[in-house]
Nanobody, 120 residues
Framework: QVQLVESGGGSAQAGGSLRVSCAAS?????MAWFRQAPGKEREGVAY???????AYVDSVKGRFTVSRDNAKKTMYLQMNNLKPEDTAMYYC?????????????????WGQGIQVTVSS
């Protein structure tokens, strides 16, 4: 099992930017960011493979960028033009399986989560 530790996040005003990072203790083919707002289901935000293939949920396309540094075993999520609806707990996830998609069921490893709050 791989340990995942998120950092960054915090608070921003609408239109602002934040970056969250996820440091992994080992290598994983697919890493992803999920988020969960109070009273809502966990939602896949973005994922990235070890070769750099990425995908995003429609609501963040053009605003969020996922990247990873394989040498540092770290994934990043740069969040620009933030909106109040981006407020949520953000979770890092990873899997060594052959499939990479925004389905929480395929991920073996999860971080503790980090809060992102956007005020209007």
């Amino acid at each position: 099992q791989v340990q995942l530790v998120e950092s960054g996040g915090g608070s921003a005003q609408a239109g602002g930017s934040l970056r969250v990072s996820c440091a992994a203790s080992g290598d994983r083919f697919c890493m992803a960011w999920f988020r969960q707002a109070p009273g809502k289901e966990r939602e896949g935000v973005a994922y990235i493979t070890d070769l750099g293939t990425t995908a995003y949920v429609d609501s963040v396309k053009g605003r969020f960028t996922v990247s990873r540094d394989n040498a540092k075993k770290t994934m990043y999520l740069q969040m620009n033009n933030l909106k109040p609806e981006d407020t949520a707990m953000y979770y890092c996830a990873a899997t060594g399986g052959a499939v990479c998609q925004a389905n929480p069921k395929i991920f073996d490893d999860w971080g503790q989560g980090i809060q992102v709050t956007v005020s209007s």
